[in-house]
Structures are given as structure tokens and as C-alpha cells.
């Protein structure tokens, strides 16, 4: 084969694809700005469980320490101190009254309003077990508090035990919000989700 028409055909493909890379748009790097917040800035600890944010705009984070408030720059912490039933927090919920209803390891819950401990509730209450998992809002309205021997749903001022059926259904961890209001997490080592007034399902596409 001779040599002209190889490097002929090298240098239409090269052509060729500089038109292509001509005609894709310009990519534009865009900086991306990471902060890590620490011990250092003000937290109680720096293993952090999960994070909620509440109505009126703060950051509330669970740790190993207490519950802290951040509003951007600063932290609050709640802890043994301030009435909090167990130093590690799991769980954290608002509800619809602005009560942020925070789920312990071992301790049950402690309830806060404008920020103070103002209720707890254990098993001397009803819970099932003081190690709380999760924490949130059920189809009814009310809270739903899973535990991890039980399930329980509080109304009237009392927890009443969820049948087993449907507490299954409710997942025990990683509970988050997406841009639409729709709410994921995990079931029994799968991905659930759930519309506003809706039951949870099981999705596998999982958040967009």
C-alpha cells in the first residue's frame, strides 16, 4: 500500500475532526467552591449524621455531641447541658408546629422549641426501644418515630404502635428532601421514596 494515500486518509480524519471539536459549544470552567466546617468552627463534633433545615432557614445537624444550630457562619449547640436525653442524635424532623423532634442513641427524643429542650419521651413514654432511627411525618399527618425494635406513631399525645405490615414500610435511615418536595430514603437496604401525601414505594432510578 503505498504511504501517500494512508497519510491522505490521516489527514482527512484529522481535518474532520477538528470540525467536529470547531462546532461543539466552548466549554466554560465553572469554580466550585468546597467548605468544610469542624470541631475548629464551632461544632459539637465532627462525625455528623444527618442534616435537616428547618423553616426558618437554619442548618441543623446531628452529631455525636449534640445538635447544632448553624446559621451560615456560626454554631448553637444543644446538648446534655440543655435537657438533649443522649449526646449522639440520629435523627431529625420538623414538624408542622416548628418543633424540631430530635431522635438520640439510647436516650429516645428530645423536642425542641425556640431553642430549648421543652419535652423527651423514652420508653417510659411507649417508644418501643431509646435508639431512635428515623423520624418523620406520616401520610396521616402525624409523626412516625422508627426505632429500632419497633414502630410507633405519635398522636393525641401518645405513641401508638404502627401494625407490622405497615411499619415495613417505613424506611429506617437516610431520609432526605429533593428540589420537588419529594422525599428518599432506605428500606431495608433499598431505596424508597415518597410524593407529598403520599405512602412510601420502593423506585430504583433513584434521586434526579
Known sequence: ??????????AVTFLWMSGVAAALPEIT???????????????????????T???????WLATDAGVARFDGAASKVFGLRDGLP???????HEAADHLLWCGTLGGGLGVLKDGR???TYSTADGLP???ITNIDRGTDGNIVVVTRTGVVRFAEG??????????????QSGILTDA??????????????KASGAAWQFDPSGPP
Open 129 to 131: 426501644s431509646n435508639w
Open 117 to 119: 429542650i421543652v419535652r
Open 53 to 59: 433545615r428547618s423553616h426558618d432557614g437554619f442548618l
Open 1 to 10: 500500500m503505498s504511504v501517500k494515500p494512508v497519510l491522505a486518509r490521516v
Open 158 to 171: 401518645k405513641f401508638h404502635p404502627i401494625p407490622r405490615g405497615e411499619a415495613e414500610r417505613e424506611p
Open 86 to 92: 443522649a449526646p449522639t442524635v440520629l435523627a431529625l
Open 29 to 51: 470552567e465553572v469554580p466550585m467552591l468546597f467548605r468544610n466546617w469542624t470541631t475548629r468552627d464551632g461544632l459539637p463534633h465532627n462525625r455528623v449524621r444527618t442534616v
Open 180 to 193: 420537588n418536595g419529594v422525599k428518599w430514603g432506605s428500606l431495608n437496604g433499598k431505596l424508597t421514596r
